[in-house]
């Protein structure tokens, strides 16, 4: 059965020229070449988006939001982060601490963004998420959602109360929060959901719930503010705006296309631009994410960073170069990671002198410590992992002239060092890696190592390097 592209929904057009002709029952498949169309004129509007424009809208809105909502900068900073890479966030806190007015003034911010809204209750059904029955086709016995104007067709979604639904209902969730996709009995409908935002009071604990709150990947605790000066910047704030959402002007807003556009770009689906994080800057990030894991469970022995979480990290790493106005990582952005790793806010004691990001802080400086000291043992072995990671993936590389390899790699003199440990001399350049294998090896060999992180990555480098050197002898 045929749905329609979520792509083409995307096009402002869509509105305007396309959905009347499907309210009035227009079949999809003569609607297909309008379709083609709008998707190929999004191709276009992403590539000609200015992306150093878009960027720095972010950050005049990140400010602008910061002025309307009080005491919530750095959860308005995870919000902007999460709709950069199209993940979600979810909020929990005591009643009254405005996080509809949050959500509702997050998503102002965009252009032809319109939002699904939905307070979750225990008698919502799938009907109120997901559009009603076709009652025509549930007379012939099928099960079919009429999905235009539920969540499934909307780029951003406030469901408030969310942990009032119950487990039934939330768990159809998982496919459109995850994969952006619906699927009920034979109706598969591809969402065209970006971002959500998700609120509760409470907290209750099921399968269905942790699977859940593992969609989302961003998530935040709010305290009620109780001190004077906070109350005070509140008060005046209130009476601007009288607790309703602060009107953005249009030149202002980021069209939902350059959103998509930026997050294409973040995610490597752009051809034409890159954001590269270093070999040695993911290392560190791993190093980080462990750490941080261990000592969180002295604190919550559940504590768990999915392998899903630390690899969408990289994301987050992404969007950060790019709010710096850079095209490459390193390692102070690394700091940000808290937007993830941490729920922030969370207090981790009982007289809640510790949060989670301030033990998160600790971590970060003491592994970026660690690798200063292992990173002279370190650089080299990293190096060779680069190539040896390059021939995993693409298995010509091995049967390249060596003096053709794009050698990569941040540390300085490691190239030469490198080329000096195999004897690279004039008469052996035009040798292939496949030729040179006895002496790369060796030189992997002969890298001295002391701290066991290394010796451990020492000897997994030196598996997988004759590992792939026996495959290309067959």
Known sequence: ???????????????????????????????????????QENQAFYD?????????????????LSKHLVNRGEIIRQGMR??????????????????????????????????????????TTPDDLFGAYDIEKFKKGEIYHNVEGSVITHPFAFLDEFMDGNDKLLRTLLGVLLERRFIAGSQVEEAMLHSAIATSNYMRRSETTEALLDRFLY????????????????????????????????????????????????????????????????????MIASGFEHEMKKYRPDYYLSPRTISKSNDLIKANVLLSGRCEADLKDLDDLHFLFCTLNEPLDENQSLLSQQLFREVVQSKKQYYRAIESELAPLLFCFDIVNRVQYEPNYMHEKMSKLPFETQAKGVFETWLNNLGWKENVKDLTLFEYKSDFIKSIEDIPTQHKEVVDFKRDLLELTMRLYSEHER
């Open 48 to 64: 000609q988006v200015d992306m150093n424009g878009v960027v720095e809208r972010f950050h005049r809105l990140e400010g602008l």
């Open 1 to 39: 059965m045929l749905s329609i592209p979520p792509s083409a929904r995307l096009n402002p057009r869509f509105l305007s020229e396309a959905l009347p002709r499907i309210k009035k029952g227009e079949n999809l498949e003569s609607l297909n070449s309008l379709f083609e169309e709008l998707i």
């Open 82 to 123: 999460a709709l950069m890479t199209g993940e979600h966030q979810f909020i929990f806190s005591s009643a009254g601490v405005a996080k509809s007015l949050y959500a509702k003034q997050l998503f102002s911010c965009f252009k032809h963004g319109e939002v699904f809204s939905i307070q979750f209750c225990p008698d």
């Open 219 to 286: 998530k935040s605790f709010i305290s009620p503010a109780k001190d004077l000066f906070t109350l005070l910047r509140i008060d005046q704030v209130y009476m601007k705006n009288t607790g309703d959402v602060k009107a953005i002007e249009d030149e202002q807003k980021i069209e939902l296309r350059e959103l998509v556009a930026l997050k294409r770009l973040i995610l490597g689906y752009d051809p034409k631009g890159k954001v590269e994080i270093p070999t040695h800057v993911h290392f560190v990030k791993n």
